[in-house]
């Protein structure tokens, strides 16, 4: 026995960001450490049952598109979810959303997003990087887990535990504003400052990322000067710096921060910031 994993992929391009996620590492936030994990858990779990894997087994989340991977090893059945992008194996085209054969020594490519920004894409038996705390998924605020996906990046593959279930549908996503509630730091704007929130449409700026979904749009007031100091900071806070513009924060945010908190994005509605892209609008309603 040479010890090698049973399958494995070797990395032959990468686009912007593609990273391992699977579910995180809640719980840790007294520790400094964030929770991380995927942004679009609808769609990434999704992907994980159609190649008939446990649900928090570690996927792709690739950002923007565009990958290519050849599969070395038994081979497997994969799945892509998420954004809409082509999916090719060995030059073939194949469907998004179901579950595909990836036969050893085939190679793999994602077209880069047509609708959306984040794909996961799954393998039979997981992808099996070293953990870090519990967790297989790339923090990019602190780097903590396994580096960013990159050319010539080689990736262990779990073994198979399922089989594909034949038929699975992702539950049904509610399209409309994202939901608020009240957050803690209202006394340091003025009183109709969740009417304003409310009241217009912003639109995501390009500097959006994992840790957060940064808007644009008619700044809010504060009415007290100076900075509050640093308070834990919880997922899908509407935080608010000074330049009066709102941050969604996402699942890599900071576990602490100083600038007040307005509102509190409900958790069922933040799947929706995975896949909103620079100049996509944004509303919010009070939840």
Do not use: K
Not at 80 to 85: E, F, H, K, P, R
Not at 105 to 120: I, Q
Not at 170 to 199: I, S, T, Y
């Amino acid at each position: 026995m040479s010890g090698r994993p049973p399958a494995s992929w070797h990395v032959e391009e990468a686009g912007a960001l593609v990273t391992v996620q699977d579910r995180g590492r809640p719980g840790l936030a007294h520790l400094g450490v964030p929770r991380g994990g995927w942004l679009d858990a609808a769609a990434a779990t999704l992907a994980n049952r159609l190649v008939g894997n446990r649900e928090d087994c570690a996927v792709l989340e690739v950002s923007g598109g565009g990958l290519t991977l050849r599969h070395e090893g038994a081979g497997r059945w994969v799945s892509v979810t998420g954004a809409g992008c082509s999916v090719e194996v060995s030059g073939a085209a194949r469907g998004h959303g179901a579950a595909t054969w990836l036969p050893s020594g085939a190679g793999l490519r994602l077209g880069p997003a047509t609708r959306g920004v984040r794909s996961y894409l799954a393998v039979g038996g997981g992808l099996a990087v070293e953990p870090v705390l519990g967790s297989r998924s790339t923090d990019t605020l602190a780097w903590v887990g396994p580096p960013q996906v990159q050319r010539g990046s080689v990736l262990p593959v779990g073994p198979v535990t399922g089989a594909p279930p034949g038929v699975d549908v992702a539950p049904l996503r509610r399209h409309g504003p994202l939901r608020v509630l009240p957050g803690p730091r209202l006394d340091w704007f003025g009183a109709e400052v969740l009417h304003h929130l409310c009241a217009q449409e912003y639109v995501v700026s390009p500097s959006s990322n994992r840790v957060g979904l940064r808007l644009q749009g008619r700044r809010l007031e504060r009415s007290r000067a100076g900075e509050l100091p640093s308070e834990p900071m919880v997922l899908g806070a509407v935080q608010v710096p000074p330049d009066g513009q709102p941050v969604v924060f996402l699942a890599d945010h900071p576990t602490t921060g100083g600038y007040p908190v307005i509102a509190v994005v409900l958790g069922e509605d933040l799947t929706s910031c995975a896949q909103l892209g620079p100049g996509q609008p944004v509303r919010f309603a009070l939840g």
